[in-house]
């Protein structure tokens, strides 16, 4: 059974929620060493028998100041509940974050939010977490008033695997670079992707291959490059296997990145539903063929691969 989580869209929360060990952050991706942190937080919570709550933000406050920051979300907040519910957590405030909630001062964010709302009894925060205005408040600050208002914070220790600390900036650095494998091993799960599939000019199906087209919207983009994945309609939870194109289709002297999804036994017409990438394996980079019939031997040979990691 899926345990159920309450979502709140600020920090007026129940009542029930209230005097709580909070986790805060944009905790992008839920990679291993945040899972980790949850993991210490559950004994806090069995110890002392009270809730977790987790408070994130929406837009991860880096894509807010910096406007052209477009692609950079590791996991959308779908993805990140699933986890959620796997890690006990027992509340998410998913706090919308505009000018007006940036501008808050970082004592009043202590005194009003924290403690005025939601009642904190633990905090764990990260040594590069700020917030209030100007990112005035940190960890230091929030060590300094915890006798005053009675709370207690747990300063998490990053977690360092072969000398690199496990981030949401390496995972990024990874996918990038086309080390995917390494990225779902520190992910503790296949990087995924969800969008509505766009009806596109069906170029894939004039040469045989039909696929489902979804914008990248705000993810962080990839290596450019042919993946084996693993795909789901968000309406019936099936799972099939296929194989997508991240790219811009060089062949077809296109400019706009797309994610192309060729789904193994699958003809049915499904623009405008929600499905679910998973990504398996890399397979090759994008490159620019000569003709279209180069190009359709070679997504032979890539599906004959992608069906091997399947």
Not at 129 to 152: A, C, P, S, T
Not at 272 to 277: A, F, L, M, S, T
Request: charged content about 30%; glycine content about 6%.
């Amino acid at each position: 059974m899926v345990k159920k989580i309450n979502l709140y869209k600020n920090y007026n929360i129940k009542k029930s929620d209230k005097g709580s060990i909070i986790l805060i952050g944009s905790f992008d991706g839920l990679h291993i060493g945040h899972r980790k942190l949850f993991e210490r937080a559950k004994k806090l919570k069995i110890k002392k028998k009270i809730k977790i709550g987790v408070y994130t933000f929406d837009p991860i406050p880096k894509m807010f100041f910096s406007k052209n920051l477009k692609n950079y979300r590791i996991s959308n907040l779908n993805e990140k509940i699933k986890i959620f519910q796997k890690l006990d957590v027992d509340f998410v405030i998913n706090q919308k974050f505009n000018r007006k909630f940036s501008k808050i001062q970082c004592h009043d964010f202590i005194k009003k939010i924290l403690i005025g709302k939601i009642g904190m009894k633990y905090i764990y925060a990260s040594n590069n977490f700020k917030f209030g205005n100007k990112r005035e408040g940190d960890v230091k600050l929030l060590q300094n008033q915890q006798k005053k208002y009675n709370y207690k914070v747990i300063k998490p220790s990053p977690l360092i695997i072969k000398n690199k600390m496990i981030s949401s900036s390496l995972i990024r650095k990874l996918l990038q670079e086309g080390e995917l494998d390494t990225a779902n091993k520190y992910l503790k799960r296949l990087w995924t992707v969800e969008g509505v599939i766009k009806k596109g000019r069906q170029l894939g199906k004039t040469i045989g291959f039909p696929t489902c087209n979804i914008e990248m919207q705000n993810y962080v983009i990839a290596k450019l490059g042919v993946y084996a994945v693993k795909v789901s309609l968000m309406t019936n939870k099936k799972n099939y296997k296929g194989i997508a194109n991240l790219g811009i289709r060089p062949t077809f002297n296109k400019k706009k990145i797309l994610l192309e999804v060729n789904i193994f036994n699958f003809n049915k017409t499904i623009y405008g539903k929600r499905i679910r990438v998973e990504f398996v394996k890399f397979i090759r980079g994008e490159k620019k063929f000569k003709n279209i019939s180069s190009l359709r031997k070679q997504i032979k040979l890539d599906i004959n691969k992608a069906k091997k990691f399947n």
